[in-house]
C-alpha cells in the first residue's frame, strides 16, 4: 500500500523558491511513478509533472517548465518538487500522487494521493 505525505509548503515572495517532498511510508515505492498536481482556489487540479520509477523520464505542464523540476530518491522513497522563480500564479495546494509503474499526465490514472501541502507566492 502506497501512503503520501506532502510536506515543504509556505508561502514565499514572487521570485522566491520551495521545494516540496512526498514520502511513501507504504511499501514498493519504487513500482510508482510519481506525480505532481496543483489545484488553486476556485479551480481544477491540473497537472504540474511527472517523473518515472527510475527517474529517468520527467514531464512538466508548459506553465512550470525551466522553473520546477521533479526528483525522486527512491532509497529513501521521497519525491521532490523544486520550485524556482515562482509566481503569484502559481499559489495553489499542491498534491503528490502514485501511479504504478508508467508516468502520466491525467489525474484520472493516479490511484494514490497526498493531502496536499499549501503554496502561496504573494508579488
Known amino acids: 500500500q502506497v501512503q503520501l505525505v506532502e510536506s515543504g509548503g509556505g508561502s514565499v515572495q514572487a521570485g522566491g523558491s520551495l521545494r516540496l517532498s512526498c514520502t511513501n511510508s507504504?511499501?514498493?515505492?519504487?513500482?510508482?511513478?510519481m506525480g505532481w498536481f496543483r489545484q488553486a482556489p476556485g479551480k481544477e487540479r491540473t497537472f504540474v509533472a511527472t517523473?518515472?520509477?527510475?527517474?529517468?523520464?520527467?514531464y512538466y505542464a508548459d506553465s512550470v517548465k525551466g522553473r520546477f523540476t521533479i526528483s525522486r530518491d527512491n532509497t529513501k522513497a521521497t519525491v521532490y518538487l523544486q520550485m524556482n522563480s515562482l509566481k503569484p500564479e502559481d499559489t495553489a495546494v499542491y498534491y503528490c500522487?502514485?501511479?504504478?509503474?508508467?508516468?502520466?499526465?491525467?489525474?484520472?490514472?493516479?490511484?494514490?494521493w497526498g493531502q496536499g501541502t499549501q503554496v502561496t507566492v504573494s508579488s
Open positions: 517523473i518515472s520509477t527510475s527517474g529517468t523520464t520527467t
Open positions: 500522487a502514485a501511479k504504478f509503474l508508467t508516468t502520466g499526465r491525467d489525474m484520472k490514472d493516479y490511484t494514490y
Open positions: 507504504g511499501r514498493a515505492f519504487s513500482n510508482y511513478a
